[in-house]
C-alpha cells in the first residue's frame, strides 16, 4: 500500500488544480441543460406502463399482509425487469431500466460478475470476497452476494465508478456502522439492500482504489452520501435509523434517480444542497419516484436547495413536521404523489420554504400537479412557468395521486429467488 507522499509546493498546487477539474467534469458529465426533457421522458414512461397494465383481478390474493399472488410489476422502472424468471441468469437486464434523471446509469454493465462471500471488513486493507474489496476495483463489476449477510463496518464504503451493488436473491444488510459514499464517481446503481442504523465514523486511513488508501475525515452517518457524483441510481432500499442523514446529495452531485425505496423511522430523510453558499449546485438534478415515505419519518423528503428535482408518484403516508422543502431558489415539481397530513394541524402544509421572505420565495418554481392531499394536506405552490427548454406538446401527464399505492406497492428491497420472479 502506498503510504504518504511528499509533494513540494508546485506539484501539490497542480495536483490540486486537476482534481479540481476533474472533479467539475464529474458533474458535467450528467447534468442536462434541459430538465423538462427528463422530465417529460419519465411521465411518457409512466402513462405507457399504466396503459398497458392489466387490471387487478378477484385472483389476487394477500397473506399477513403481504402480496402473494402472481409477480404484478406496478410501475414502469419495476416492469423492466421484475417479473422475469431469468433475472438471476441475466443481471445486467436491469442496468437497461432506469427512469428519470439517472436512467443513463448501467454501473457495473459489461462487467464482471464479482460475488462478495465475507462479510467482514478490513477498510485500510480490503480482502478479496468482502464488499469493501469489489466497490475499490477501478474495472467495471456487477457485484452480487453468495448469501445473506450483515456488513458491519467501522469507516464508510467508498464506492469506484461502474459499479453495481445487486442485493437481489439475498437478504443484505449494512448496518451498525459506516454508510455507502461516493464521491467524484459516476455511474453506480445501488440496488436492493437493506440501509440501517448508520453510525457517525471517526475517519483515518480507508481504502479508495486497489492499491492506495487515503486519509478520511469524520463521515456524519449519512446512509448514502453523494459528493460531487453523477449518473447514480438508487432503487429498493430498505433505509431507517440513520445518524444523519438516509440519502445526502451534495457538491454539484447530479443525473440522480432514486426510486422504489422504503424509508421509515428518520428525522431528516433526504438532503439535495449542503448549503446555500454552494450556487455550483445549480447542476444537482434528482428524481425521487415511486417511494413510500413510511412511519416515523420527521422532515426532508426531500430538503432542496438550487437544482431541479422532480417529485413524482410517491406516497407520503407519514410526516411530524412538513415532507418537502427547500431554500435557494430551487425548482420542485411535484407530480401524482399522495399526502397523507398528520393528525397535528400545525403540520398539515406539505411545503417549507427556509431563510427567504414571502416577496423572494413567492418566485421560486414550485409546481404541484394532480398530487392527491388527503387529511387536510395542502401544498403552497409558487413561482410561473419553468425557464428550460419546452415543448409543450411533450408535457405529458404523470399518473394522478389516486395511483400511487399500486405504484409503490413493492417499494422496498425485495424477496427475489432464482427460477422465479421478484
Known amino acids: 500500500m502506498e503510504r504518504s507522499l511528499q509533494w513540494s509546493r508546485p506539484a501539490s498546487l497542480l495536483l490540486f488544480a486537476a482534481a479540481l477539474l476533474a472533479a467539475a467534469a464529474v458533474a458535467s458529465a450528467g447534468y442536462n441543460p434541459d430538465p423538462l426533457s427528463v422530465v417529460n421522458h419519465f411521465n411518457r414512461a409512466v402513462q405507457r406502463h399504466a396503459s398497458s397494465s392489466p387490471r387487478r383481478t378477484l385472483s389476487e390474493k394477500k397473506k399477513k399482509g403481504k402480496y402473494s399472488g402472481p409477480c404484478l410489476a406496478t410501475n414502469p422502472i419495476d416492469r423492466c425487469w421484475r417479473c422475469r424468471k431469468d433475472w438471476a441468469t441475466d443481471r445486467q437486464r436491469l442496468a437497461r431500466c432506469a427512469k428519470g434523471f439517472g436512467r443513463e446509469t448501467t454501473g457495473g454493465l459489461g462487467g464482471k460478475i ?15 470476497g468482502t464488499l469493501r474489496w ?11 452476494f453468495a448469501r445473506d449477510m450483515i456488513i458491519t463496518t467501522t469507516q464508510e464504503i467508498v464506492i469506484q465508478s461502474n459499479k453495481t451493488i445487486d442485493g437481489r436473491g439475498a437478504q443484505v444488510h449494512i448496518a451498525d456502522g459506516g454508510g455507502l459514499t461516493v464521491q467524484n464517481q459516476r455511474n453506480i446503481i445501488i440496488h436492493n439492500l437493506h440501509v440501517h442504523d448508520i453510525k457517525k465514523t471517526d475517519g483515518g486511513d480507508v481504502a479508495v482504489s486497489p492499491n492506495h488508501f487515503t486519509p478520511r475525515t469524520k463521515a456524519d452517518g449519512d446512509g448514502v452520501s453523494l459528493f460531487n457524483a453523477s449518473n447514480i441510481w438508487i432503487d429498493h432500499l430498505s433505509m431507517s435509523l440513520c445518524q444523519d442523514g438516509m440519502v445526502d446529495v ?45 412511519r416515523g419519518l420527521v422532515q ?18 407519514h410526516w411530524l413536521m412538513y415532507a418537502i422543502g427547500g431554500s435557494s431558489n430551487p425548482t420542485i415539481i411535484s407530480q401524482g404523489n399522495r399526502y397523507i397530513a398528520p393528525p397535528n394541524m400545525a403540520a398539515k402544509q406539505i ?15 414550485w409546481h404541484t400537479e394532480a398530487d392527491l392531499m ?6 403552497t405552490p409558487s413561482g410561473g ?11 405529458i401527464k404523470p399518473k394522478p395521486g ?9 417499494a422496498g428491497t425485495l424477496a427475489c429467488k432464482p427460477g422465479c420472479a421478484c
Not at 469489489?134 to 452480487?144: A, N, S
Not at 423572494?360 to 418554481?365: G, I, L
Request: charged residues 20%; neutral net charge.
Open 385 to 395: 412557468n419553468i425557464q428550460q427548454k419546452l415543448n409543450k406538446k411533450d408535457l
Open 134 to 144: 469489489g466497490v475499490v476495483q477501478t474495472e467495471p463489476l456487477w457485484i452480487i
Open 250 to 294: 451534495v457538491a454539484a452531485s447530479t443525473a440522480i434517480t432514486i426510486s422504489n425505496c422504503h424509508l421509515t423511522n428518520h428525522n431528516d430523510v433526504m438532503l439535495f444542497g449542503a448549503n446555500d453558499n454552494t450556487p455550483e449546485d445549480k447542476v444537482i438534478q434528482v428524481t425521487v419516484a415511486f417511494n413510500h415515505f413510511g
Open 402 to 410: 389516486e395511483y400511487v399505492t399500486r405504484l409503490t406497492r413493492f
Open 300 to 317: 426532508r423528503m426531500p430538503r432542496c436547495r438550487y437544482g431541479f428535482f422532480h417529485v413524482v408518484n410517491n406516497d407520503y403516508t
Open 374 to 379: 388527503m387529511n387536510n394536506a395542502f401544498f
Open 114 to 128: 464479482y460475488i462478495v462471500t465475507d462479510p467482514s471488513d478490513d477498510f485500510k486493507n480490503p480482502v478479496p
Open 351 to 365: 411545503t417549507k420554504r427556509d431563510y427567504a421572505e414571502e416577496s423572494v420565495w413567492k418566485n421560486w418554481v
